[in-house]
Each structure stands twice: as structure tokens, then as C-alpha cells.
């Protein structure tokens, strides 16, 4: 019986130290321009996996992308990034922002996992991932990102010679461990693999979501429109 009892408790404590509170993700958008990088709350750090231009960081929208993540306690063994090289030039409106997304990291094939720790219990927090391929092969890969129990959609990497890739937002509630995981799982018509341009953290506590930010600045515009109207 006590054998069981401390089977049960270290069981416990083994998934209380593995736990992540459930991610709420947004779709999905297709890259475009420098007002992508969201850029309001705190900024807890970035990663340009295997980018040579930011060595110093580069600046995008106020955010700064360094090649050596400069995120607290971020583990990224779990997928075992290896230089990626550039995935051909993008096509933004931004200098800055271009070289931040042309050159990442990649991994295997099966899914793998993102971990971050010493997290503030009760704090929201966002993450952002980018991917991006330019090259053009042909074949259409996309991956998803799950923390939690919620699994984000299809993140386009654009290696179809539709465009530009894509970048997804996600948000949760520290839970008490402080700690929280993210399994990226890729896919493919032909071969997949795991790829990441760009990622940051931001604590957002007390800032409204961005599906909010969006909804409200609708608002506002139609207020004005009409506001416009009785005027006339």
C-alpha cells in the first residue's frame, strides 16, 4: 500500500514539474509587413535561430531579434535545431524585418518540443512563432504548436512558391509550476520537417488579447464612421 502511495506521489510531482497550462491560439496569418511582431506588455526575449545578421539584434516594430535567444530558463534541446541557412529573401516592405524571417533552424521529423521555466505563476503570457521558406521546392509543409490541451492550425511555411510563410500568436495563464512546454509537430505532401524562423515571449499581464486589440480598434473605427456621418 505504501509502495503504491509513493508510486502515486511521485507520479504527481513528476507531472506537476511537466505541466503547461492550455495555450489559446489565433489563426494563423500570412507574413507581411513589420506591424506582424506584436509588440505590447513586456518583452521577455527573442530567438533568430542561426541568423548571422543578429548577432547584435535586429530591430522589427520595436522588438529586438537576436540569434542566441536571450529568453530566461528556454530549452530548445527537445528538437535539436541545426543551421537552416537562408530560406531565400523576403519580400516585406521592411529591411530589417526581412532578415529576421529569410534565415532559420530546422529539426526531424517527428514532432519535438519547446520548453520554457521560472515563469510567474498567474502571469499571461504570449508567445509568437514565424516560419518562412522562400525556396520555392514544390512541395507545401506546414506545422502546428500545441500547449497544452490546444493545438494551434497548420502554420504555412510557403515553401510552394505561394508567398510568404506564415506566424502564429498564442496566449496562457502561467499555472503554478511556472513552467510550460510546446510540442511543434510537422507536416508535409513529401517530407516534413520542423522549422522555425523567429519566436518571442512577452508577458501581457493586464494587456487585452489581440483578438480583443482587434475587435475594439472595429469598434472605434465604426464609431468614428458614424460619428462622421451625423456630423454630415
Not at 497550462?21 to 496569418?29: F, N, R
Request: with cysteine; net charge negative; aromatic share 12%.
Amino acid at each position: 500500500m505504501k509502495t503504491a502511495l509513493l508510486c502515486v506521489a511521485v507520479t504527481g510531482a513528476l507531472a506537476a514539474g511537466a505541466s503547461a497550462a492550455d495555450v489559446t491560439w489565433q489563426a494563423p496569418h500570412t507574413i507581411t509587413g513589420p506591424s506582424d511582431v506584436y509588440n505590447l506588455g513586456t518583452g521577455k526575449g527573442t530567438w533568430a535561430p542561426y541568423n548571422f545578421d543578429a548577432f547584435s539584434g535586429i530591430p522589427v516594430n520595436g522588438v529586438s531579434f537576436n540569434a542566441f535567444t536571450d529568453i530566461a530558463n528556454f530549452d530548445n534541446s527537445g528538437i535539436g535545431f541545426v543551421d537552416g541557412g537562408a530560406y531565400f529573401n523576403a519580400t516585406t516592405s521592411d529591411a530589417n524585418y526581412n532578415l529576421v524571417i529569410r534565415s532559420g533552424g530546422y529539426g526531424g521529423s517527428n514532432p519535438g518540443t519547446l520548453s520554457l521555466s521560472g515563469l510567474t505563476a498567474g502571469d499571461t503570457y504570449l508567445v509568437q512563432f514565424w516560419v518562412n521558406d522562400g525556396r520555392n521546392i514544390g512541395q507545401t509543409r506546414w506545422e502546428t504548436f500545441t500547449g497544452g490541451a490546444n493545438t494551434s492550425s497548420g502554420v504555412y511555411y510557403g515553401s510552394d512558391g505561394s508567398g510568404l510563410g506564415q506566424y502564429v500568436i498564442g496566449t496562457f495563464v502561467a499555472d503554478g509550476s511556472g513552467n510550460q512546454s510546446f510540442t511543434v509537430t510537422p507536416f508535409a505532401l513529401d517530407q516534413s520537417s520542423i522549422q522555425l524562423n523567429a519566436f518571442q515571449l512577452r508577458d501581457v499581464t493586464g494587456v487585452p488579447e489581440p483578438a480583443t486589440l482587434a475587435m475594439l480598434g472595429v469598434g472605434l473605427a465604426a464609431m468614428g464612421w458614424a460619428f462622421r456621418r451625423k456630423a454630415v
